[in-house]
């Protein structure tokens, strides 16, 4: 058991060493720019991802200072659009109720990015078709080879792979880190976290 945390943990250290600095400050370029023409945030991601993409929502808004939203947050019409319109089309049904445009921006979790061929996330797969036929940008926070995403994007984080059996958990562990890092960089952070507010207070 002691090896297993040992590993995990040394495993985190490097995936931080390799984590790519220019690609993480390309997201943020997009995301100052997206902000300052008053575009709005779409984050995309299933499982997990979804949950990341939820809890950066927050981020977004309350930090950011963008509008941002996850359409995995309202159940009713997620379920509903896959009832009635199937999982592939669920994303791009609803950015275009949303009114999507080319002002605005998807970012992707995930931890594969999408793969057409193997059939696995085409609801992401075709929700950056559809943000790149408006020319509305495409970011990404994903894991393995990036996938879709990555062959896509205006600007992606790929979360490098350092052990092959652990790459879910390692992915989705440092979306969470890339987001935080993006919403607390000098070009992005809108308004103070509470804790740190409250210690210069004292």
Known sequence: MSDFISDFLHDSTTIIE????????????????????????????VGGSAANCSHAVNDFRKLAGIEAYAPTDNVSELTARINDEGWAGVFVG???????????????????????????????????????????????????????TAKKADACVIVPVVNSEAVTPQTEAFQGVVWHLIVSHPDIKFAPTKWESVAKAQ
């Open 18 to 45: 390799r984590l790519d600095r220019a690609a993480i400050a390309g997201v943020v370029q997009h995301l100052a720019a997206l902000r300052e023409r008053g575009g709005r945030l779409f984050l995309l991601g």
């Open 94 to 148: 609803w950015l275009k109720a949303s009114r999507f445009t080319a002002e605005d921006a998807i970012l992707i979790m995930s931890v594969g990015g999408g793969d057409r061929e193997r059939n696995v996330s085409p609801n992401l797969v075709e929700a950056i078709d559809y943000a790149q036929s408006i020319g509305a940008t495409v970011l990404g926070i994903v894991g393995r080879d990036g996938g879709y």
